[in-house]
């Protein structure tokens, strides 16, 4: 009995720590530097009303999506000089820690309370239902129809800096960025302009 509750104390402790502590993780997102370009509670630096930004907001951003690519950039999986280097420097429970802060944020919104649908009216219906004739899986089937995210499928991105949406659809078509597939896929698909006009809208919901 005595093994039993000690292993069943042992789990608990392990999924707790593996969550991570939000308290614990504001502390060391500033001590770690995560925030010298990621901003207060995870606003990129550089964002400007919904539509600029150079690095990642990550207010609200979901905890298992912080994580992975931090593991992703240790392993090589994504290419980043800086942040391989940053994500090497630190411990497991730090990233479990620095992720839970980002995540406990409220979600990051665009200064512009929604996007304006009939100056996007082509590039909402690419992004709500996709292209069927070009096998181009719409964007809101992982990302929700707000950009919102959906837990286990694609991470929150409504409200996300238009430059560094752009970018990172650019790094995807080119194979720059390659940890995950169904991206790599969908970025392959698209044009400059859609992946600009993408970004415009998305950064704006």
């Not at 593991?71 to 479990?96: N, T």
């Not at 709500?128 to 694609?154: I, P, S, V």
Request: with cysteine; glycine share 12%.
């Amino acid at each position: 009995m005595a093994t039993f509750q000690a292993a069943l104390l042992a789990g608990l402790l392990s999924a707790a720590l593996a969550q991570g502590d939000a308290e614990s993780g504001r502390t060391k997102a500033d001590s770690e530097r995560c925030l010298e370009c990621h901003g207060q509670a995870g606003v990129g630096q550089g964002h400007s009303a919904g539509e600029d930004g150079k690095f990642a907001r990550l207010d609200g951003q979901q905890h298992a999506y912080i994580v992975k690519q931090v593991e992703d950039f240790r392993a090589g999986r994504r290419k980043g000089d800086f942040m391989a280097m940053m994500a090497a420097s630190v411990s497991d429970q730090d990233v479990a820690d620095i992720a839970a802060y980002f995540a406990a944020q409220p979600a990051m919104a665009a200064a512009k309370a929604a996007p304006q649908e009939a100056r996007y009216s082509a590039i909402a219906q690419l992004f709500r239902q996709g292209d069927a004739t070009r096998q181009l899986m719409a964007c809101a089937a992982c990302h929700g129809g707000t950009g919102e995210g959906l837990a286990g499928a694609g991470p929150v991105i409504g409200g996300q800096g238009r430059r560094y949406l752009a970018q990172q659809l650019h790094n995807w078509r080119s194979g720059e960025r390659s940890n995950h597939p169904a991206m790599r896929a969908a970025a392959a698909r698209l044009t400059d302009a859609e992946i600009d006009a993408l970004a415009h809208y998305v950064s704006e919901m």
